[in-house]
């Protein structure tokens, strides 16, 4: 079992950044990705952002040039660091492992973007 723990989601206006940690414990040893996905109302679960062990990463279109995916191996915790936030990236964003062929997914954080 892999247990993800969330931080660093909240209010921001239109044009901020925000940081997200997720932090990952129990059975870390092999996993193959570590990435995040987000929920908004009415809409389907989307990828934002992934990174391989390997170190490849992988962005949805909508964020690129915006958001950084980064991941420090000691603290088994990837980060997804957002930049120039815009009202459509609020949602529900949440962490997801994938080791071996099982997916673990984090509990959420709201991430609201104002104007």
């Known amino acids: 079992q892999v247990q993800l723990v969330e931080s660093g989601g909240g209010l921001v206006q239109a044009g901020g950044s925000l940081r997200l940690s997720c932090a990952a414990s129990g059975s870390i040893s092999s996993i193959n990705t570590m990435g995040w996905y987000r929920q908004a109302p009415g809409k389907q679960r989307e990828l934002v952002a992934s990174l391989t062990s390997g170190g490849t990463s992988n962005y949805a279109e909508s964020v690129k040039g915006r958001f950084t995916i980064s991941r420090d191996s000691a603290k088994n915790t990837v980060y997804l660091q957002m930049n120039s936030l815009k009202l459509e990236d609020t949602a529900v964003y949440y962490c997801?492992?994938?080791?071996?062929?099982?997916?673990?997914w984090g509990q959420g954080t709201q991430v609201t973007v104002s104007s």
């Open positions: 997801h492992v994938l080791r071996g062929w099982v997916d673990y």
